[in-house]
């Protein structure tokens, strides 16, 4: 049985938008396609712009750069399994900040902070696993495999600091987080995501 890969629920023009939010993932779209050379520089370059994102908007980012990598590698189900869960995740969370880009930046309760931080380590883990699963299959020194390596480390290390700022909200507010794991929550909706907001309290 074929697995089909959904078509993205965002236009054109949306999706553009967010790849000239974050530009990482327009780097990822040149260097598959042979117009921008994967070296030393540009593979320090996009760690350190991806590390500088936070998580929630760092996973946005990472999903579409995923959705190029999965579009450009050989065809196979895990390579299918990768871009469903990222155009998955792309749609989800980038279709919140273009919906929050309008609203105002008075910071986060620690309430909505924890809404919004519940499902984004458990997305992160997701989508590094899928992408070391694809880079087992790739040849580890194509663009494909150099750009799975990266993207899965940065994911990595986002969800790990997704998992910490967490369970700190939880230890902080514990009849707070005890009734959000209670529910489920509503469709990962995230709040204030637009223009890179730091929405993780220090």
Not at 22 to 49: G, N, R, Y
Not at 63 to 72: D, G, K, S
Not at 160 to 186: D, M, Q, V, W, Y
């Amino acid at each position: 049985m074929r697995i089909r890969v959904p078509q993205p629920s965002l236009s054109d023009q949306q999706l553009a938008t967010l790849h000239a939010r974050f530009v990482v993932p327009i780097a990822v779209q040149m260097i598959l396609s042979d117009t921008e050379q994967l070296d030393d520089a540009c593979e320090c370059a996009l760690h350190e712009c991806l590390s500088e994102l936070q998580p929630d908007t760092g996973l946005l980012c990472l999903a579409l750069c995923a959705q190029h990598v999965a579009a450009a590698a050989p065809d196979s189900p895990i390579v299918k399994m990768l871009a469903i869960s990222a155009a998955r995740m792309a749609d989800e969370y980038g279709a919140a900040l273009l919906a929050e880009s309008g609203r105002g930046s008075e910071p986060l309760s620690d309430f909505d902070a924890l809404m919004l931080l519940r499902q984004v380590p458990e997305d992160l883990e997701e989508l590094a696993t899928l992408l070391d699963a694809v880079l087992a299959q790739v040849d580890p020194h194509s663009p494909e495999g150099l750009l799975c390596d990266i993207l899965s480390v940065q994911a990595l290390s986002q969800s790990e600091r997704a998992g910490h700022e967490l369970a700190a909200l939880s230890f902080l507010n514990p009849e707070k987080h005890a009734r959000i794991t209670a529910k489920r929550a509503p469709a990962r909706t995230l709040e204030r995501l637009a223009e890179n907001v730091i929405v993780f309290p220090r």
